[in-house]
């Protein structure tokens, strides 16, 4: 029997772990092959059907997602009708689903639900599927459904040499627990059992192997990592003391945690890592405490936000944090506290989702006495509330696309502290200038980007055009590498090839070989602004920018 385990991903460096815990489980069947297959949901489903084919399987599974559900159905049901090839699906798309997955599509055989490996083993080794948990399956034109399936054991360790063979470089994933101590309403992680914890010395043994197969970011996917306070120390302890000996230093480790659950200890820890090594994502969801409580999320909201700043202070972890649009109770003045609640924080990524409702997310199964729109399609997300209208999300969306641009990307930080500093409110700032980018019909790049920040900021009465250039050249010379300036930006002046030729002559400000060099001169003081484009700061993605008076003569 040969069997394909198929990974459609949302972009090609991302690697799905699914299906490799599943080849890791077949590699145990007799008289079984099976091949992994990967692709993204951003190539032609033809080429995906091709690479699957030439493989000749009996089965094909699918690791089933929000983002690659409509490509998996198209593809399983060419599969089925040109080659009469056994259709699983697994994953959290279909997990709580099942029925209506087996019923609406015929080309589906199986739906595993819940944790596959050892299900997907049994269905391999000929166990007969009515007596294997998790799967449900049709038989006879009926449909049996099974509950999701929880193990009490170990995964099996799904880095193969298959897997560092396909893995080339992209992001790798790694899990050393399973379950959430949370059941937030909006989730599927919280209906996974409470936390189950592998086992630690595998842990470190595959930290050390992912650090050095060439990728450049190892991604925790526990769903909180510092469940286990104890635990967590002793891998980030593990982690910062093989800096540049068993881990290289240009890998980074991304971990989604609780921040209410960070010590003293902790951050005691934490401030001796490297600059960079450390990534967290926390979550933080909404400000608003009749939120949190309708989502079923027990939070300590001045401890996390006191934490929150914490780790921000500490000036050498990537602190990302979120805000849900779309939950109850939070109309648009409460989302707008909530931002800039969260706003004040300083994290260095601020992200606004909108929420989705998960087939066997709480949320969904209440949305009708919620009153609740949302598209009925992947990815399921909100369209309006009984306290956000459809015009309110289709603006939120808007505000949304602006803040990733001029915030999240890091390219006008300068910029956002200088307007911070006229503006009583980030919120409103942020809002006004996306209704003003809505209304333009510009080429949507960086130079016509940073032309309407310029343009319609310059016309506000409190704003200091002057100011705002300088922000803006200078942002734009610490975020990239080639050191241009669009023409609104430039100003053209002798006294910057003199000012320049006198840093050459200086020891202490000389170019180092093979770094390019670039400057402005500032229109607010009489000073140079220039930057090296050598080391990038790991935290800010931002080159470091020096001042220097200028030469007049």
Known sequence: MKVVLCAINSKFIHSTLAVWYLLSSAKK????????VEGTINETEDDIYGRIKSEKADMVAFSTYIWNKHIILSLASKLKANLGVEILLGGPEVSYDQRKTLEDYPFVDYVISGEGEEPFYKLLSGYPVEKIEGISFKKFGEVSIKEAYISENDPPNPYTNEYFESLNGRISYIE??????????????????GVRFFNL??????????????????KFIDRTFNADRKRAKELFQFIIDGYGTIIPKNVCFHFEIEGELLDDETFELLSKAPKGLIQFEIGLQSFNETTLQAIERKTNLSLLSKNIQRVVNLDNIHTHIDLIVGLPYEDMKSFKRSFNLSYALKPHMLQIGFLKLLHGSSL???SDVLKNEFIDTPPYEIVSTQWLSTADIDRLHSFEDVFEKMYNSSRFGLTCEYLESVYENPFDMFMEFSDYVKCQHMLNNLDSFTKMIFDYFSSCKQVDEKKLRDALAIDRLATNRMGYLPSFLRIHSPHIKKTLNRLEKSKETKRQKNVKRAATILLTENKLAYVDYDNCDYVTNRFLVKFTEIVTE
């Open 176 to 193: 050393t627990s399973r379950g959430c101590p949370f059941r937030c309403a909006f989730c599927l992680s919280g209906r996974c059992g």
């Open 364 to 366: 969904r199964e209440k």
């Open 29 to 36: 069947c007799i008289d079984v092959e099976c091949v992994v």
């Open 201 to 218: 010395e595998q842990a470190k043994k595959n930290i050390i192997a992912l650090a050095n197969s060439g990728t450049k970011t190892v």
